[in-house]
């Protein structure tokens, strides 16, 4: 399986019970440490902080944020965008590579697709606080009303509403379908009886027999096979809500790849802006591998360069339409007002991940991290871009202006890494962050003779 | 190690499974109905008075025209409320003493108006004009229903937005005789699409336009 | 023509200033946390906020209930409007109006087409005039001292006061007024003088530094020069002056007959931006120029064939001066102009104000009555009126509100508004309206009339009988009834027009010697004396040119800005003669170097909670010798900043002919030529869609950019008929003000110079929306005869719509607007026009083509069962325009007069190569330059 001279996905000397422990461990023996607990009360506060500022924009109205005519989008959307993003990481490593066979996914897959659920659980907030009016947010969806209407189905933003929503449910079930084995075996391992109760409901009388199996392989698979369409249709979808508006710096066409590529770069990003950490405060480096991260580091390096190459034909076209207003545009990002985002997300996206062509630094936990970190910026800023430099000055001179993000935003904004982190640290707590099944599995792989 | 759940744990799972989701479903439709039902739109709901006015006894016991007190049913968006002065027109004869019209009485007599419930009540957003739909040979019974056998007024549509679309979709269907719009207990006849479409000729019913949204929203 | 535009004055050095300019934010919403109530009551509002979101759904829709009168009255039907005419005073001259009313509110102010002054149209502040009606600071109680009092003890105080001026002739009784044209009052105050012979009346009008100008037949002039006189500004004869100026600009209709205008002025001004020619000189400038012209001195380069233009047209052309010119260059314009003078405004009767104060030092005055007017506040500075006033010792004041003046006076009584009273007034040609009330005295209030019959010892008497005394008296024929009811309904009293050209009495002079800066004092475009400075519609109008809301600036020219290292935004000391104003500069392109302009009106203290610290009052600067300006002054910069709110940050095209702009002879050789210029609009075959067949009526909108004088009318109006929020100063600082038609304003050229255009921009109504796809509830839609519809009650707000309107035109909602603290008060429901929706927060709203009376006019057609007629339909917008730029109607209908506009060759689309087809075109503005001056 290992080409010679490669890092294993395993570090050796591990059989199943040991596997199994060592990750069981980390729920069911470990004491409630003073990290865990600092960390989350701190992500915890962030959250409170947010509901914070959400009562006072339902109080008061989408005024309080800085959006305003011609911006009327603003960090809601960005966020939304980056949000979502960041979700495609987990499902392209369960799904995808499950599908390609690559046994390196096993030890993280479970990770990002936890990481996967919260983002987007964080993405679907934005659209619905964003409404002018949050309470009719229903008249989006197509049911029979009183009023004899129906949506208006040539807007993007009511496919939005299928797309989002279908990523969300389909990687919940993807996720949990994948946990059951685990929480069986967290049910017999786990010690108070409440918690085998517990553990056993949500294992749903798991009891591992062959026909458990099987039906459990089918399942897993074609969940698989069903997320992958949606890991590039989301994105696209989302990429549609500027490509199909006819502001300069929306309407291209090159959106739907781009977004994409885009996505999975700011996905691997987070997962190893998060992994790096955990790996060291749980001490799983055994389990996840320097192998682990290079590879991460790897596609990160490729769909950088996708990304990259999409900011160029970006340029390219703008020159090569020869339209006055686009030209405009582009030149006002590079030199304009807010030429310092533009430059900045040309740092972080195209620049920093060049570094990766070195194996040391795919090697180097740390550098990865900070690495990792600049792309989750760049990537913000990157929509903040898109955003707000095309609507502030469009078509009519006169009308043009300028937007800031008011304090409202940032804490709606820096609220929701505190939901995203709650949600991952109670994770961390209660449930295997790494599939126990397939290490396994893969244990049992690399003992048995090539 | 005792087993952790009995034999009949399965059933329960599924139960559960199942049950949550014709729970949520439920709920949904218990939703749907609701907003559906007359207790919300209060159709066929006779609101107090401070008067029990009764249309049956004055439309079809003394037959009083409509316009007789809802005099601006033809020239203006409000059908007219009648003044205290039209009550005692006849009242300062008839029942000149009867208790139940004292207020009517202080009205006039301290310049203070009657102050009547609202039974047809559209949102604010929604601008009906009255005249043009009696001017096009709309009756008063399509929405008012058989007013005349009313001893207290209620509603007798849910008044929907959809009920309104049904009609200006194809408003030949609802379409009467100029001389019929004031007669509550016209029937349509069988031939109603065919008469309605001679009816949109003399009446001079424009299609074009009654859907759209500034017919009524502005 | 070149276009060689430069972004806005900083970003065209890109001035650090200008970066944190971006990049400041206003304290975000710190109004929550400072206002006490808001913190308080947070949690309760949040419940509540929490209720409305999750239950507003999920409750049943309370009764209402449905109050019919009690008697009705004969010609009500209830919700139907009603018109009554009547007239409205700016520095006592009438302009006649039409006041529509619903079931006795009454809601919007239009022009009188019947009457001289108005000719239908109308000014932004009769428009605002409707809102000063219901304005809830108004002055509500009589007042003595500090204790409330009543009219009958005030009644009982003229008692005892009639006696003493009896028995001393009135010595020692004083009157002090504004203009008054009104017949009534005058007679009232002959009568009271007649009575008192000691008794005095003296007149002060802030504005009205002069005896005023003759007005002058503009349509019959080939050519004019207007020096320091913005004859197409705000004033008596605007409305006039600005229909015929456009009816010598028509290109679209008949044979060309363009007038020239040139125009020579210290600081921009609408008539500036209509000039061919204009020429920014300072003070000391134009009165050169002026004295060159009336003693045949030499001229600068140009003049000399612009004066050639003058005198070969003489008897058809005009030299209007301003009154900061001295006598000579006046007494010679005035002689230049007689052949086309048509009317002389009558100068005021009455003492002036020295002479009042004189008096008032000198102890002789016991008793003051004030009618009106504001002199505490506007009056010249040397006067020390406030000081004076104090010394008399006892002081009346019949006035609106408790201003200024009323804060120095024992008796104040509260003053019913115009729309409120029965009186009369003449126009600037001595045409005479009997005005009649629309309602009852909101705040008890009493009219001029009233008090004046008080003082002459006549008690009480209901101004309705005064004023039909007066006409009665003066009716010579039989039936007065009949007569009374026609003047009543036609607001014009027959015969009573055509005012006789006087003889013309100067008296006062101007300063205009001295060295090095110079200040220029000019009343404020939208609050003009400070008179309407607690009205919200004005305070939030955007001003012409430098689009500042909320706030008056020192402008000065960009070169000056240069020398004195001067930036927008800066604040400065003014230091003149002797007296200190801090004031924020703004750099205003057309501008006059090394003159600073400042507007009056601002910085009032007791205006009321609208129209208090707001700018700064630039009155503290102006004497009475120099009361339009002077040399002397100094600035001294404080480096402070003040941030002003402007709707517009960017005046310069860019290149994308939005306003396209000719010759007269470019046009005349190449008809297409002017209006083609920027890329042509794809042709309407050029869709992979069919297109759509509008087979009813398509209602559509041209703008004659040769014909707008840039009033800002429009926006007033637009805003007063739709029921417009104003949102304060610091939303539009946020780029939220809401008007629905907007007056943009370009700068063109060289910044020392450059010329000033004006594009009216409301919904272009594109038949190819680009709002209406993105919208995911269908809330934006198309309708059958080509309106793009916006529904409020299905908005859900997600503002795609306004990201996807290349034009912006489209409004949204950001803050509760309609509860905030200009819209709050409950006195202003009755305002609201019934026939639309008062929007909520979190929708999204703009230009409908005022669609209610579209509706109005096709459902009375319908009745009658004929089609709608050509002109029958006129927006608010239309209809308040003085100078026939907006014609609306159906474009289906070739004979129609918009269908005629927009066959003018000069006629295109707004970024019609966006192929959005708007409804709204534009006719490109043509200009007719002297060739010779252009040599020159």
């Known amino acids: 399986m290992n080409a010679p001279g490669q890092t294993p996905v395993v570090a050796p000397g591990y059989d199943s019970g040991s596997v199994t422990r060592k990750i069981t461990d980390i729920v069911l023996a470990r004491p409630l440490g003073r990290g865990w607990l600092g960390g989350f009360a701190f992500a915890f506060a962030l959250l409170m902080m947010m509901n914070f500022a959400i009562g006072w924009l339902l109080m008061r109205g989408v005024g309080i944020w800085g959006i305003n005519i011609p911006v009327a989008w603003g960090f809601a959307i960005v966020n939304f965008v980056w949000w979502i993003g960041i979700g495609h990481a987990g499902t392209f490593i369960s799904a995808i590579l499950l599908l390609l066979h690559q046994d390196w996914r096993t030890s993280i897959n479970r990770f990002a697709e936890a990481m996967t659920l919260f983002a987007v659980a964080c993405a679907g907030l934005f659209p619905l606080l964003h409404l002018g009016r949050p309470w009719v947010f229903y008249w989006l969806l197509p049911y029979p009303d009183t009023m004899g209407l129906w949506p208006q189905w040539r807007s993007p933003l009511v496919w939005d509403v299928f797309a989002v929503s279908t990523?969300?449910?389909?990687?919940?079930?993807?996720?949990?379908?994948?946990?059951?084995?685990?929480?069986?075996?967290?049910?017999?391992?786990?010690?108070?009886?409440?918690?085998?109760?517990?553990?056993?409901?949500?294992?749903?009388?798991?009891?591992?027999?062959?026909?458990?199996?099987?039906?459990?392989?089918?399942?897993?698979?074609?969940?698989?096979?069903?997320?992958?369409?949606?890991?590039?249709?989301?994105?696209?979808?989302?990429?549609?809500?500027?490509?199909?508006?006819?502001?300069?710096?929306?309407?291209?066409?090159?959106?739907?790849?781009?977004?994409?590529?885009?996505?999975?770069?700011?996905?691997?990003?987070?997962?190893?802006?998060?992994?790096?950490?955990?790996?060291?405060?749980?001490?799983?480096?055994?389990?996840?591998?320097?192998?682990?991260?290079?590879?991460?580091?790897?596609?990160?390096?490729?769909?950088?360069?996708?990304?990259?190459?999409?900011?160029?034909?970006?340029?390219?076209?703008?020159?090569?339409?020869?339209?006055?207003?686009?030209?405009?545009?582009?030149?006002?990002?590079?030199?304009?007002?807010?030429?310092?985002?533009?430059?900045?997300?040309?740092?972080?996206?195209?620049?920093?991940?060049?570094?990766?062509?070195?194996?040391?630094?795919?090697?180097?936990?740390?550098?990865?991290?900070?690495?990792?970190?600049?792309?989750?910026?760049?990537?913000?800023?990157?929509?903040?871009v898109i955003v707000v430099t095309s609507l502030h000055r469009d078509f009519m001179p006169s009308a043009w202006g300028s937007y800031h993000g008011t304090r409202w935003d940032w804490m709606t904004l820096i609220g929701s890494f505190g939901l995203f982190l709650s949600l991952l640290f109670l994770f961390l707590r209660l449930l295997p962050a790494i599939s126990i099944t397939e290490m396994r599995q893969l244990v049992r792989e690399k003992k048995e003779p090539q | 190690m005792p087993q952790l759940f009995k034999r009949r744990a399965n059933a329960i799972a599924n139960a559960t499974i199942m049950g949550g989701g014709l729970i949520f479903l439920g709920a949904c439709g218990v939703v749907f109905a609701l907003g559906r039902s007359d207790y919300w739109t209060r159709k066929e709901e006779a609101p107090a008075q401070p008067v029990p006015f009764s249309h049956e006894h004055h439309v079809a016991g003394l037959g009083i025209d409509c316009r007789y007190c809802h005099t601006s049913v033809e020239k203006s968006s409000f059908a007219g409320m009648p003044p205290t002065e039209t009550c005692m027109t006849c009242h300062s004869q008839v029942w000149k003493g009867a208790p139940v019209l004292q207020p009517v009485r202080d009205s006039l007599q301290y310049g203070r108006p009657l102050r009547w419930t609202r039974v047809y009540d559209l949102p604010d957003y929604v601008y009906f004009d009255h005249s043009i739909h009696v001017d096009k040979g709309i009756g008063c019974a399509s929405c008012h229903g058989r007013v005349d056998q009313m001893p207290m007024t209620w509603e007798t549509q849910p008044l929907y937005m959809r009920w309104c679309l049904d009609c200006h979709r194809q408003p030949e269907m609802h379409l009467r005789p100029l001389d019929e719009v004031f007669n509550l207990a016209y029937a349509s006849p069988q031939n109603q699409f065919l008469v309605g479409r001679t009816l949109e000729e003399q009446n001079h019913v424009h299609h074009e336009g009654l859907t759209d949204c500034y017919t009524c929203h502005r | 023509m070149n276009m060689n535009t430069w972004r806005s004055m900083d970003e065209l050095e890109d001035k650090p200033a200008y970066r944190d300019w971006l990049q400041r934010e206003f304290p975000p919403l710190a109004s929550e946390w400072t206002n006490e109530a808001s913190r308080r009551s947070f949690l309760k509002i949040m419940g509540a906020s929490f209720a409305l979101a999750g239950l507003s759904a999920c409750t049943r829709q309370p009764l209402e209930k449905i109050v019919p009168y009690v008697r009705q009255p004969e010609e009500l039907v209830p919700?139907?409007?009603?018109?009554?005419?009547?007239?409205?005073?700016?520095?006592?001259?009438?302009?006649?109006?039409?006041?529509?009313?619903?079931?006795?509110?009454?809601?919007?102010?239009?022009?009188?087409?019947e009457h001289p002054a108005s000719l239908g149209a109308s000014d932004v502040f009769m428009q605002a005039e409707i809102l000063a009606l219901y304005d809830p600071d108004r002055s509500k109680s009589v007042t003595n001292g500090l204790e409330i009092s009543t009219w009958d003890e005030f009644l009982a105080l003229v008692v005892r006061e009639r006696e003493k001026w009896k028995s001393n002739g009135g010595a020692g009784l004083r009157l002090l007024t504004g203009y008054i044209t009104s017949p009534t009052l005058l007679s009232q105050i002959e009568a009271l003088l007649k009575e008192f012979p000691n008794a005095k009346w003296h007149v002060h009008e802030p504005l009205a530094t002069k005896t005023p100008q003759p007005i002058f037949d503009v349509a019959k002039a080939e050519v004019i020069l207007a020096v320091e006189n913005d004859f197409l500004g705000p004033g008596p004869a605007q409305l006039k002056y600005a229909r015929d100026f456009a009816s010598r600009r028509r290109a679209n209709s008949g044979a060309l007959s363009f007038n020239r205008l040139y125009v020579a002025e210290s600081t921009p001004s609408m008539t500036g931006a209509r000039a061919d020619h204009r020429y920014a000189l300072g003070p000391r400038a134009l009165q050169e120029l002026g004295m060159a012209l009336a003693t045949g001195a030499s001229l600068p380069s140009w003049g000399d064939p612009m004066l050639a233009d003058l005198t070969r047209n003489k008897g058809r052309s005009l030299l209007l001066v301003g009154d900061s010119l001295s006598e000579e260059v006046r007494q010679f314009a005035l002689n230049w102009n007689r052949p086309l003078q048509i009317a002389q405004p009558l100068p005021s009767r009455g003492d002036s104000l020295p002479e009042l104060l004189r008096d008032v030092a000198a102890g002789k005055i016991e008793t003051l009555v004030i009618l009106g007017g504001n002199p505490a506040y506007d009056a010249p500075v040397d006067f020390k009126f406030a000081e004076k006033l104090a010394l008399v010792p006892l002081r009346i004041r019949l006035g609106l509100y408790e201003d200024e003046t009323s804060a120095l006076c024992q008796w104040r009584l509260p003053e019913a508004h115009s729309l409120e009273t029965w009186s009369d007034a003449r126009a600037f040609d001595g045409t005479a309206t009997i005005t009649q009330p629309l309602i009852e005295p909101l705040y008890g209030g009493k009219s001029a009339h009233e008090l004046m019959a008080a003082l002459t010892g006549n008690g009480m008497v209901g101004g309705y009988d005064i004023v039909r005394q007066y006409w009665h008296a003066q009716h010579t024929g039989d039936d007065f009834e009949k007569y009374w009811r026609k003047s009543l309904h036609d607001g014009v009293v027959e015969g009573t027009g055509g005012g006789k050209p006087s003889e013309f009495a100067p008296h006062g002079r101007a300063e205009t010697s001295g060295s090095g800066l110079e200040l220029v004092f000019r009343p404020s475009p939208s609050i003009r004396d400070g008179r309407f400075a607690n009205n919200a519609w004005l305070q939030e109008l955007p001003q012409p040119f430098t689009k500042i809301t909320w706030d008056n600036a020192a402008m000065i020219s960009p070169a000056t800005a240069k020398r004195l290292e001067l930036s927008n935004e800066d604040v400065v000391d003014l230091k003149y003669r002797g007296r200190l104003v801090r004031a924020p500069i703004w750099i205003l392109p057309g501008q006059a170097d090394d003159c600073v302009t400042v507007h009056l009106g601002y910085g009032r203290t007791h205006a009321g909670h609208v129209g208090n610290d707001v700018g700064f009052d630039a009155y503290a600067l102006r004497t009475s010798d120099a009361p339009w300006g002077g040399s002397g002054l100094a600035i001294v910069k404080t480096g402070l900043r003040h941030p002003f709110a402007t709707t517009q940050h960017h005046q310069s095209m860019e290149g994308r002919q939005q306003v396209r702009v000719g010759t007269l002879s470019e046009f005349q050789q190449h008809p297409a030529a002017v209006a083609q210029a920027g890329e042509p609009a794809p042709g309407r075959d050029e869709t992979l869609y069919t297109p759509v067949a509008y087979k009813g009526h398509a209602w559509g909108m041209a703008i004659d950019l040769g014909a707008c004088i840039g009033c800002n009318v429009?926006?007033?109006?637009?805003?007063?008929?739709?029921?417009?929020?104003?949102?304060?100063?610091?939303?539009?600082?946020?780029?939220?003000?809401?008007?629905?038609?907007?007056?943009?304003?370009?700068?063109?050229?060289?910044?020392?110079?450059?010329?000033?255009?004006?594009?009216?921009?409301?919904?272009?109504?594109?038949?190819?929306?680009?709002?209406?796809?993105?919208?995911?509830?269908?809330?934006?839609?198309?309708?059958?005869?080509?309106?793009?519809?916006?529904?409020?009650?299905?908005?859900?707000?997600?503002?795609?719509?306004?990201?996807?309107?290349?034009?912006?035109?489209?409004?949204?909602?950001?803050?509760?607007?309609?509860?905030?603290?200009?819209e709050s008060a409950p006195v202003l429901k009755l305002l609201r026009n019934p026939d639309v929706t008062v929007r909520t927060r979190g929708v999204m709203e703009k230009c409908t083509y005022c669609v209610q009376r579209i509706n109005r006019v096709r459902l009375d057609a319908e009745k009658q069962n004929r089609p709608i007629r050509d002109g029958e339909i006129i927006p608010a917008c239309a209809q308040a325009c003085p100078a026939v730029a907006i014609v609306f109607g159906d474009i289906n209908d070739p004979q129609s007069n918009v269908s005629k506009f927009k066959a003018s060759p000069l006629n295109y689309g707004l970024l019609a190569e966006l192929n959005t087809r708007p409804r709204t075109t534009y006719l490109a503005k043509l200009l007719n330059p002297n060739p010779e001056v252009e040599k020159a």
């Open chain 1, 167 to 384: 990523y969300g449910v389909v990687s919940l079930m993807f996720w949990y379908v994948g946990l059951i084995p685990d929480l069986a075996t967290m049910r017999d391992r786990s010690a108070p009886r409440p918690l085998q109760f517990i553990y056993g409901v949500m294992a749903l009388g798991w009891r591992g027999s062959a026909r458990h199996w099987k039906r459990f392989k089918m399942a897993y698979l074609l969940l698989a096979g069903l997320a992958t369409p949606l890991v590039l249709s989301v994105h696209s979808v989302v990429s549609l809500d500027f490509a199909v508006g006819i502001v300069p710096g929306w309407h291209s066409t090159i959106f739907p790849p781009y977004f994409v590529a885009g996505a999975i770069f700011s996905g691997f990003a987070m997962v190893l802006t998060l992994l790096i950490p955990v790996r060291k405060a749980y001490g799983l480096q055994d389990f996840i591998t320097i192998r682990h991260l290079e590879n991460c580091a790897k596609i990160m390096l490729a769909t950088g360069l996708m990304v990259a190459h999409g900011y160029i034909t970006e340029l390219f076209m703008s020159w090569y339409s020869d339209d006055k207003f686009d030209i405009y545009m582009t030149l006002n990002r590079m030199f304009g007002s807010y030429a310092p985002a533009w430059w900045l997300l040309m740092f972080c996206n195209v620049l920093t991940p060049q570094a990766l062509w070195f194996k040391k630094i795919r090697t180097a936990p740390v550098i990865l991290f900070f690495i990792a970190l600049l792309v989750n910026v760049g990537m913000w800023t990157e929509r903040y």
């Open chain 3, 79 to 113: 919700g139907q409007a009603l018109y009554f005419a009547t007239a409205l005073n700016l520095e006592g001259y009438a302009r006649g109006i039409l006041v529509e009313s619903h079931e006795g509110r009454p809601t919007k102010i239009e022009g009188n087409p």
């Open chain 3, 714 to 822: 429009c926006t007033i109006a637009c805003q007063a008929e739709n029921n417009i929020p104003v949102v304060g100063k610091e939303e539009v600082a946020r780029g939220r003000e809401m008007h629905w038609i907007r007056v943009d304003n370009y700068f063109e050229g060289a910044p020392e110079n450059p010329r000033l255009h004006f594009q009216p921009v409301p919904c272009m109504h594109c038949e190819n929306a680009p709002c209406e796809l993105v919208c995911p509830v269908g809330a934006t839609a198309h309708s059958s005869e080509g309106l793009n519809q916006m529904v409020y009650n299905r908005c859900v707000g997600t503002r795609y719509c306004s990201n996807n309107c290349p034009y912006k035109v489209r409004r949204f909602n950001f803050l509760e607007y309609d509860r905030n603290r200009f």
